[in-house]
């Protein structure tokens, strides 16, 4: 079972492969590494996550519920701040990275404002990608030993009803 410890060794290896250019590997892809974890204090943050990764537009992270070191495996919930909502898109690290192993995890925000759009994207595999998009995802495939898996509304559906339940959001006090 994937761990937050290793994301952070592919995070390592990135880093020695590409160094600084990293950057264009990993951000198109939406996974950019939030080292050491923490919880990112948005109001609508559950404050019982350690947001692990975020995807580098408004804000979205993504965080594992009740984790406490980076042996955690999930449940992981994807924070988007703008409207203030929290998706759970997995139930493990193995099945997250399995979502985004083709297409990436940028577009998960879409999620919120037009979830069949979103799953029909993730339904298909993309013909639009970058060469730093597909070598970033092809590593992740190979280091993490990840395979393909399906984001359908049923699945959603039955994480949301057997987690959403456990995420604790601060009373929203009108600060930001």
């Known amino acids: 079972m994937l761990t937050i410890k290793d ?9 020695a492969r590409w ?5 264009r590997y990993v951000d198109y892809c939406g996974l950019i590494p939030i080292r050491p974890l923490e919880n990112w204090a948005y109001a609508c943050t559950p404050v019982n996550s350690l947001s692990f990764a975020r995807t580098g537009g408004n804000g ?15 449940p992981v919930v994807m924070t988007v701040p703008m409207p203030g909502v929290n998706i759970v898109v997995a139930e493990t690290l193995d099945e997250f990275f399995g979502i985004g192993c083709w297409a990436g ?9 037009d979830t069949p759009e979103t799953l029909a994207y993730y339904a298909a595999e993309p013909t639009d990608l ?8 092809d590593m992740v495939r ?8 399906a984001l359908t509304a049923e699945r959603l559906a039955a994480l949301e009803q057997r987690f959403q339940p456990q995420l604790q959001i601060k009373p929203h006090d009108g600060k930001y």
């Open 105 to 113: 995890w940028f577009g998960l925000e879409q999620l919120v404002y």
């Open 19 to 23: 160094g600084r250019n990293a950057f």
């Open 130 to 137: 970058l060469p730093e998009e597909l070598n970033f995802l």
């Open 7 to 15: 994301f952070f060794a592919l995070d390592d290896l990135i880093m």
């Open 142 to 149: 190979a280091e993490l030993r990840t395979q393909p898996v």
């Open 60 to 74: 979205v992270h993504f965080g594992i519920l009740e984790a406490r070191d980076v042996t955690a495996t999930g």
